[in-house]
C-alpha cells in the first residue's frame, strides 16, 4: 500500500490547501499524470483543467487555469495562476471565470495562447454544466 505525501496548493492569493494526501491526479503539459508517494522528481507546467486530490479523509477537486507542479519523492506543490476548489465555489463565480476566459480568448495572440484559453473554456463549462 502506498504512503501519504505532503500536497501543497499554492496561489498568488493564498495557500489553498496544504495536506496530507494518497494520491492527486494533475493536468500536465504534456499529459494528465497521476502523483503518489515515491513518485520520481518532475516540474510540469499545467494546462487548464482539475486536479484531484485523494485520501481517505479528502476527496476534493480544484480548479486549475494554469501554473507549474513541482514533485519530490516525498511532496507536490502546484503553484497556480488562478485556482478554486470546485465544490466551494459558487456557481456564479463559474460564470464568471467562464466570461473571462472568452474574453481572454478574443484577445489572445498565439495559437499557443489560444490553444490554452480553449482548454480552458472547455473545462470551465463542464464545471458549469455540472453545477446547474
Known amino acids: 500500500m502506498a504512503g501519504t505525501f505532503k500536497f501543497e496548493l499554492v496561489s498568488p492569493e493564498r495557500i489553498l490547501m496544504s495536506v496530507d494526501v494518497d494520491q492527486v ?4 503539459a504534456e499529459g494528465q499524470f497521476t502523483v503518489l508517494q515515491g513518485h520520481a522528481p518532475v516540474i510540469s507546467t499545467l494546462l487548464p483543467g482539475v486536479i484531484h486530490v485523494r485520501s481517505a479523509e479528502i476527496k ?3 480548479f486549475v487555469r494554469s501554473g507549474f507542479a513541482e514533485v519530490t519523492a516525498d511532496q507536490l506543490t502546484i503553484l497556480a495562476e488562478r485556482a478554486f476548489i470546485v465544490d466551494e465555489v459558487d456557481p456564479r463565480h463559474l460564470d464568471e471565470e467562464l ?4 474574453r481572454a480568448l478574443d484577445s489572445a495572440d498565439s495559437d499557443d495562447a489560444r490553444l ?5 473554456i472547455e ?3 463542464v464545471l458549469v454544466g455540472g453545477a446547474a
Open 116 to 120: 490554452h484559453v480553449t482548454r480552458a
Open 99 to 102: 466570461e473571462l476566459a472568452h
Open 60 to 62: 476534493k477537486s480544484i
Open 25 to 28: 491526479i494533475v493536468p500536465g
Open 123 to 125: 473545462q470551465l463549462k
